[in-house]
Nanobody
Framework: QVQLVESGGGEAATGGSLRLSCAAS????????MAWYRQTPGSERALVAE???????IYADSVKGRFTISRDSDKNTADLQMNNLKPEDTGVYFC????????????????WGQGIQVTVSS
């Protein structure tokens, strides 16, 4: 069973930086997309950034110009570089991936990581 392994996160002061990483725990046959979501108490998960295998990416308006998502298609990993952090970036960040599960890439499945805490102090 493939799992997403998240790392990074932690605490930072306002204006600081953190980096999140996400990787598959087992072999997959590439990915369609990988993304990071953020959830705060009482709120639903909201998209922060998404990257397609081809390299195109989208960002939430609140993080544009501060966060950068990148991917390594060979390793099936995705990183989220978070700069100029603000207290409102605080939350639990979840990695999401749509992996191909067959060599032909005709089958795919969605996976979620367990979440990693990011806390930005004012």
């Amino acid at each position: 069973q493939v799992q997403l392994v998240e790392s990074g996160g932690g605490e930072a002061a306002t204006g600081g930086s953190l980096r999140l990483s996400c990787a598959a725990s087992d072999r997959v046959f590439g990915f369609k997309s990988m993304a990071w979501y953020r959830q705060t108490p009482g709120s639903e998960r909201a998209l922060v950034a998404e990257i397609r295998n081809g390299g195109s990416s989208i960002y939430a308006d609140s993080v544009k110009g501060r966060f950068t998502i990148s991917r390594d298609s060979d390793k099936n990993t995705a990183d989220l570089q978070m700069n100029n952090l603000k207290p409102e970036d605080t939350g639990v960040y979840f990695c999401n991936a749509l992996f191909y599960t067959s060599p032909s890439r005709r089958l795919s499945s969605a996976y979620w990581g367990q979440g990693i805490q990011v806390t930005v102090s004012s």
